[in-house]
């Protein structure tokens, strides 16, 4: 029987470090899809009041005691960091996500520079506020892209193209530490 070895999307790829920016992985823990069902969106907030959040308005997330939920789409969010409250159950359909995702975190004040040339947003804070989230493309890949402070940004990306997004963030995080 073959044995398997438990990995994470991006081991043997990070950290990495340029002149004014680093990319790390982030260990999200428990991921699940929280969609209502129709005329539930209500019922939805209310169950997940008990974690301390709500069902997130789009482009917005909440986060309370390392917990977090994000819009991820229309009539979709992602709950990160707990199992969704059993209240749930019958009024949303519920999709365990743990494995399928790769989380990053680029950090540092050249962070918007090395994403806006991947990433065709306006990310200045002014327009993109810490708690803003948006699926959108890194170079050619679907992610979803969250700030998560002044200068760093959570990025999410199927699990299958995390060495791709990996290599694509070096390239640009190259580039823009060749500026100077």
Sequence with gaps: MASLIERTPCEGLLPLKTRGCELTEVTLGQVTSVA???GQDRAVSSALK????????????????????LWTGQGQAFLIGALPPEALQGIAALTDQSDGWAALCLDGPQAGAVLARLVPLDLRSAVFARGAVLRCQLGHMPAILRRTGATAFQILVFRSMAATAVHELHQAMRSVAARG
């Excluded at 008990?50 to 939920?69: A, D, E, I, M, Q």
């Design 36 to 38: 209502p069902f129709n």
């Design 50 to 69: 008990s974690l301390g959040l709500s069902f997130p308005k789009p482009g917005k997330s909440s986060s309370k005691g390392g917990v977090t939920c």
